[in-house]
């Protein structure tokens, strides 16, 4: 359960994080999909720590 959680919370940060930088420019998607990566593996990690386990 912790995998999915990590890779829900990876997917949907940096789809986010995507489409905020992306009306800024490319480069500028690609560092904020980047990021919103590395924050939706703490939270997918956080939620199921803390609610699922």
């Known amino acids: ?3 999915l959680c990590i890779f829900i919370g990876m997917t949907l940060f940096s789809w986010v994080g995507w489409w905020v930088g992306s009306k800024v420019g490319m480069m500028t ?11 939706g593996v703490y939270v997918g990690w956080r939620i199921n720590r803390d609610y699922l386990g």
């Open 29 to 39: 998607a690609f560092v904020l999909s980047g990021i919103g990566s590395l924050l």
């Open 1 to 3: 359960m912790n995998k």
